[in-house]
C-alpha cells in the first residue's frame, strides 16, 4: 500500500529552522514528482515546494523563496524540505504529495495525491 509519511514538525522561535522529511512507504519515490503543501487555519491549503522525480527541477512559492530548500534522497526513499528564517507566516500543518514525474511551474494541490498525514510546524516565540 502506497503510502507518505512526514516528520520533523515542531515548535520553533521566529528565525529557527526546521528541517521536515517525506517518507514513501511501499513504492519507490524514484519515478514521481514530491510536492511540499502546508495550510494554515481558515486558509485554503497552497503550495510550498515541488520537485521532479530526479531532483533536478525545484520550484518554491514566492513566500519561501531563499529560505526554504527541497531536497531528495532516492537512496533513502525520503524528500527534505530544509527550511531556515522561520516566520510566523509559516504556521502551518505541512503535507507532502507525489505527482507523476514532472513538477512543472504551475502546480497546484489537484496534481498531486497520495497525501501524507501532516506534520506541524508552529513559529512563535
Known amino acids: 500500500q502506497l503510502q507518505l509519511v512526514e516528520s520533523g514538525g515542531g515548535l520553533v522561535q521566529p528565525g529557527g529552522s526546521l528541517r521536515l522529511s517525506c517518507a514513501g512507504i511501499?513504492?519507490?519515490?524514484?519515478?514521481?514528482?514530491i510536492g511540499w503543501f502546508r495550510q494554515a487555519p481558515g486558509k485554503e491549503r497552497e503550495g510550498v515546494s515541488c520537485?521532479?522525480?530526479?531532483?533536478?527541477?525545484?520550484h518554491y512559492a514566492d513566500s519561501v523563496k531563499g529560505r526554504f530548500t527541497i531536497s531528495r534522497d532516492n537512496a533513502k526513499n525520503t524528500v527534505y524540505l530544509q527550511m531556515s528564517s522561520l516566520e510566523s507566516e509559516d504556521t502551518a500543518v505541512y503535507y507532502c504529495?507525489?505527482?507523476?514525474?514532472?513538477?512543472?511551474?504551475?502546480?497546484?494541490?489537484?496534481?498531486?495525491?497520495?497525501w501524507g498525514q501532516g506534520t506541524q510546524v508552529t513559529v512563535s516565540s
Open positions: 504529495a507525489i505527482a507523476p514525474a514532472v513538477c512543472s511551474v504551475d502546480y497546484e494541490a489537484a496534481d498531486f495525491g497520495s
Open positions: 511501499g513504492f519507490t519515490m524514484d519515478y514521481y514528482a
Open positions: 520537485t521532479n522525480s530526479s531532483g533536478a527541477i525545484t
